[in-house]
């Protein structure tokens, strides 16, 4: 790919998703939109580029943004972290909202799901949560992956990936498919919505937990604190913002303070 | 270091999950069916077993009910493989005993889930 191009879709990508790539990453680019240059018409990638210069269909700008998101996810990723969010976030967040009875947690780029379905046996499984009101928000850019999600309907390999056994038969049904499909129990406290972290963040609410996990490494370091920052601003005082586990909150000390023995998870500095 | 028992009738089968639980700092036996199995454990009780359902002479099924008999037998985590995976089967395994359970086919990465899962690492 010529390097003209690849520097249009690193500024295309930087300031449509955050997204920062490296030269190194250009074959990527040429793997992944040789195919979409295909099928709008266009004889190659040069002249896919020339049109995307000019004033593109929204369609043709949302697949190749699409085309260039990863969607590695999996149930209870890092399990450490969910630990943690059982027995210390949860039960202090808890105690902070006996009052309400109400705790919301946003999953950023939420994928084809897994996290919010793991965030969901999370909650289903505490004790004592009779009259407690759930909701947990799955955003991400992709339609394709979020309608997977709100399908709720996962591979035997994928069902296996992190999900125990006990939890797999308790919260889902096996299809004649050998597929496995979340239960409602599951699905009623979920809601899956296309949202670009990149936009405003008003249509989200105030949630007590944000997840937004492995979603911000690749994107430039300026970029990054600015959109954990809004995430911070956006979550409620008391909240608890996870994160990936090698993930820190650079330029943020003042605002943000790892929480004890939890890699990744930070609370509000007061 | 840990001890894991592979209990299989094919050879390549342990073979494949010896080399992932090695890699998991496990160190591992074998056994080709659940009756070698059982006498093993009778010697020395493993921390770890990943065990096929369907052997000749003694199945895994079997094995788990009467491993989890023997004196010190409760303390082994077990995970059971089977390409039989409906609920029923998967329900029965649980019921012998199994802590987990694992539908084939499987891979590196659902080994290693596993192992987590069962509270081998």
Same mark, same amino acid.
């Not at chain 2, 299989?8 to 342990?14: A, F, G, L």
């Not at chain 2, 077993?49 to 010190?72: C, E, Y």
């Not at chain 2, 649980?94 to 084939?104: P, Q, Y």
């Given at each position: 790919?010529?390097?003209?191009?690849?520097?249009?879709?690193?500024?295309?990508?930087?300031?449509?998703?955050?997204?920062?790539?490296?030269?190194?990453?250009?074959?990527?680019?040429?793997?992944?939109?040789?195919?979409?240059?295909?099928?709008?018409?266009?004889?190659?990638?040069?002249?896919?580029?020339?049109?995307?210069?000019?004033?593109?269909?929204?369609?043709?700008?949302?697949?190749?943004?699409?085309?260039?998101?990863?969607?590695?996810?999996?149930? !209870?990723?890092?399990?450490? *972290?969910?630990?943690? +969010? #059982?027995? @210390?976030?949860? =039960?202090?967040?808890?105690?902070? %909202?006996?009052?309400?009875?109400?705790?919301?947690?946003?999953?950023?780029?939420?994928?084809?799901?897994?996290?919010?379905?793991?965030?969901?046996?999370?909650?289903?499984?505490?004790?004592?949560?009779?009259?407690?009101?759930?909701?947990?928000?799955?955003?991400?850019?992709?339609?394709?992956?979020?309608?997977?999600?709100?399908?709720?309907?996962?591979?035997?390999?994928?069902?296996?990936?992190?999900?125990?056994?006990?939890?797999?038969?308790?919260?889902?049904?096996?299809?004649?498919?050998?597929?496995?499909?979340?239960?409602?129990?599951?699905?009623?406290?979920?809601? !899956?919505?296309?949202?670009? *972290?990149?936009?405003? +963040? #008003?249509? @989200?609410?105030? =949630?007590?937990?944000?997840?937004? %996990?492995?979603?911000?490494?690749?994107?430039?370091?300026?970029?990054?604190?600015?959109?954990?920052?809004?995430?911070?601003?956006?979550?409620?005082?008391?909240?608890?913002?996870?994160?990936?586990?090698?993930?820190?909150?650079?330029?943020?000390?003042?605002?943000?303070?790892?929480?004890?023995?939890?890699?990744?998870?930070?609370?509000?500095?007061? | 270091?840990?001890?894991?028992?592979?209990?299989?009738?094919?050879?390549?089968?342990?073979?494949?999950?010896?080399?992932?639980?090695?890699?998991?700092?496990?160190?591992?036996?074998?056994?080709?069916?659940?009756?070698?199995?059982?006498?093993?454990?009778?010697?020395?009780?493993?921390?770890?077993?990943?065990?096929?359902?369907?052997?000749?002479?003694?199945?895994?099924?079997?094995?788990?009910?009467?491993?989890?008999?023997?004196?010190?037998?409760?303390?082994?985590?077990?995970?059971?493989?089977?390409?039989?995976?409906?609920?029923?089967?998967?329900?029965?395994?649980?019921?012998?005993?199994?802590?987990?359970?694992?539908?084939?086919?499987?891979?590196?990465?659902?080994?290693?889930?596993?192992?987590?899962?069962?509270?081998?690492?």
């Amino acid at each position: 790919m010529r390097l003209a191009d690849f520097d249009f879709y690193h500024d295309f990508l930087l300031e449509k998703t955050g997204l920062n790539l490296t030269q190194e990453q250009a074959y990527i680019v040429d793997s992944r939109l040789t195919p979409i240059a295909r099928k709008w018409g266009f004889a190659n990638l040069e002249t896919l580029t020339m049109a995307m210069r000019g004033v593109p269909p929204a369609e043709l700008a949302r697949e190749i943004i699409e085309s260039m998101m990863t969607h590695e996810t999996s149930f !209870f990723r890092d399990l450490d *972290v969910f630990n943690h +969010l #059982r027995d @210390v976030t949860l =039960p202090a967040l808890m105690k902070a %909202r006996r009052k309400q009875k109400r705790i919301s947690i946003w999953c950023v780029g939420v994928s084809t799901g897994q996290e919010a379905y793991s965030i969901a046996m999370l909650l289903k499984e505490l004790p004592k949560t009779t009259g407690w009101t759930f909701e947990i928000l799955g955003t991400d850019l992709v339609q394709d992956v979020l309608d997977k999600a709100e399908r709720g309907n996962y591979s035997q390999s994928d069902a296996q990936r992190g999900l125990s056994i006990h939890l797999l038969l308790k919260y889902f049904d096996q299809k004649k498919d050998g597929q496995w499909h979340a239960k409602r129990a599951l699905k009623s406290i979920i809601e !899956f919505k296309r949202h670009n *972290v990149m936009e405003p +963040l #008003r249509s @989200v609410g105030m =949630p007590d937990i944000i997840l937004c %996990r492995n979603v911000l490494d690749e994107c430039k370091a300026d970029v990054r604190e600015s959109l954990v920052f809004s995430l911070s601003r956006a979550m409620a005082d008391d909240g608890t913002l996870c994160l990936g586990r090698d993930e820190s909150a650079d330029g943020l000390e003042d605002l943000l303070a790892p929480a004890p023995g939890a890699p990744g998870l930070f609370t509000l500095i007061k | 270091m840990p001890t894991c028992l592979i209990v299989d009738d094919s050879h390549v089968v342990r073979k494949v999950i010896k080399h992932i639980a090695e890699d998991l700092d496990f160190e591992c036996t074998e056994a080709e069916n659940g009756l070698i199995a059982l006498e093993a454990c009778q010697k020395q009780m493993p921390d770890g077993i990943v065990v096929d359902w369907s052997m000749p002479i003694m199945d895994g099924l079997t094995f788990i009910q009467k491993l989890r008999q023997l004196p010190g037998g409760k303390l082994p985590r077990i995970i059971l493989c089977s390409s039989e995976t409906s609920t029923p089967q998967i329900r029965k395994a649980l019921s012998a005993g199994a802590d987990e359970f694992i539908m084939k086919p499987f891979d590196a990465n659902i080994i290693e889930s596993k192992f987590r899962l069962a509270g081998l690492l």
